[in-house]
Every structure is written in C-alpha cells, then in structure tokens.
C-alpha cells in the first residue's frame, strides 16, 4: 500500500521552512538613537552654558568698566542724587554691575516710584526713572506732605506749594478704601473743577464724602463706598455744569437728581 500523498508532500517540504523574524529583529532601533541624541543635546547646552558662563565671569572681572551713569526721566529729583543713590564708582566693570540691587536704591528716593537700569556696552549703565505725581496733600506728623494717586504721602511739601486739593481725612494711606475714594473722586473732576477744591473731607458719618470748594461752597458727594467708576464719572461730568449755578451746597449724591442750595 502506498503512502499517503499528503504525508510525502509534508515530508518534503518541512526541511524547507524558516522560522519568521521576531519584530525586534525587523524594528530599527530608534529609542536607542533618540537617546544618544538627546544625551548630546544635553552635552552641547551645557558646554554652551559653561561657556557663556566663563565669558562672563571674564567680562565681570576684566571687561570694559563704567564710565557713564546716565539718568533720564528727571522732572524734580536731581540728576546727581539719583546717580548718588546708585553708588557704581567709576571703572566698575560694567558687567559687575548688579542692576537689581541698583534699582532698588533708586526706587528709595522719595519721588522714586520706579527705577529701569539697564548696561549700554561698553561703558555706560543707563537709569530710567518714573517720578511720582502728586494729585494730593495729607497733613503727617512731619507736616504737609505731597500725595501719588496711590495715596503715599511720599515727600514734604515745596515751597512754593502747588495748587492740589487736601486730603483732610482720618487717615491716607495706600489701600485704605476712604483715600482711594478721595482719590478717585479728585481724578475724574475736570481740571476746572478740581482747581475750585480747597479739601476733600469725610460728611459728619463718615460714610460720605464732601468736596470743600472755594467761596465757601461745599458739595455733597455722597457714599465713598458706592463710588464705582461710572457712579464716579456721572458724578464729576454733572458737578462742573451744576457750579455755574448761583448756590453754596451742589448735592450730586444722586446722580439722576442734583440740587443746588442757596
């Protein structure tokens, strides 16, 4: 009996089979690139910081020295002050300079409210400087003092002293709810307005606000709690028309209904 087809043709062809290729055999080793890459990168920006670093320390010990303080920005504060208050001699080198450090002395002086400091290369270290602006005077314990729309009394008055309305309250400081009122209040007038204001006072609950104006005429404000920005804004656009009348008390407590008193 002869065998059966199928098994001679099994036993012929079983020597010639291959076992297939796993994947990991056939898959490119990427992960394993990546990684040497990434690792070079790695060494690259450090060299390149190392570098940067001693450029640097080089530059700070024997690069180009000052030769120039320059001060912009000045209105009052004298130039010489604010170079004095900075305190880099001449022939420091300028990459020595710790420009935090020097525009934070600078922001000591009182007027200062902020000090830029930046290096020119290659021998010049540049102060910008942003004075404060009076909007005010508040009475202290050292006399009158000029007052920033943040409400700091920042430094005594001059002489000759400028025309700006008086804080006559319990208290001015910065973020005290009562002075930021006041503030708000003085802001929104029209220059015309607010040059007729003697003082800003509290009313006899201390809940509102009065505006002492010139010629003995007083102006009710009303609450310094409610005083939002539009609330404001409505307030002082009615209060320089309303002045044009005849009277002594002008009441823009409501805005809707101003009244003048006689």
Same mark, same amino acid.
């Given at each position: ?23 990991? $055999? ?49 209105? &009052?504060?004298?130039?010489?002050? #604010? ?26 002086? %009182? ?5 830029? #400091? ?23 314990? $050292? ?18 002293? %400028? ?22 209040? #003085? ?16 009313? %006899? ?54 009244? &003048?008193?006689?």
């Amino acid at each position: 009996m002869s065998p059966a087809r199928g098994r001679v043709g099994d036993t012929g062809h079983a020597g010639d089979r291959r076992a297939p290729e796993s994947w990991s $055999d056939r898959a490119p080793r990427t992960p394993f690139r990546r990684r040497r890459i990434a690792a070079g990168v790695v060494v690259a920006v450090l060299v390149l910081a190392a570098l940067a670093w001693a450029a640097w320390w080089a530059l700070a010990r024997f690069g180009p020295g000052v030769e120039e303080v320059s001060v912009s920005g000045t209105r &009052v504060i004298a130039q010489n002050d #604010v170079r004095a208050a900075a305190g880099v001699p001449t022939g420091t080198p300028l990459a020595a300079v710790d420009t935090g450090a020097v525009s934070s002395r600078v922001s000591g002086i %009182p007027g200062v409210a902020q000090a830029d #400091v930046s290096r020119r290369w290659p021998h010049t270290l540049s102060i910008v400087v942003l004075e404060r602006m009076p909007v005010a005077i508040a009475d202290s314990p $050292d006399g009158p003092q000029l007052v920033d729309a943040t409400g700091l009394a920042y430094r005594p008055l001059p002489d000759p002293a %400028p025309r700006l309305p008086k804080l006559a309250l319990p208290r001015v400081l910065p973020g005290d709810p009562s002075t930021a009122a006041a503030l708000a209040v #003085v802001e929104a007038l029209p220059q015309p307005v607010r040059d007729q204001v003697d003082s800003v006072v509290l009313g %006899p609950t201390g809940t509102t606000l009065e505006l002492v104006l010139t010629e003995n005429r007083r102006v009710l404000w009303g609450r310094w709690a409610d005083s939002d920005p539009t609330t404001t804004a409505r307030r002082a656009a009615i209060l320089g028309p309303l002045l044009t009348r005849e009277g002594t008390v002008y009441d823009v407590s409501s805005a809707d209904l101003p009244t &003048v008193r006689k």
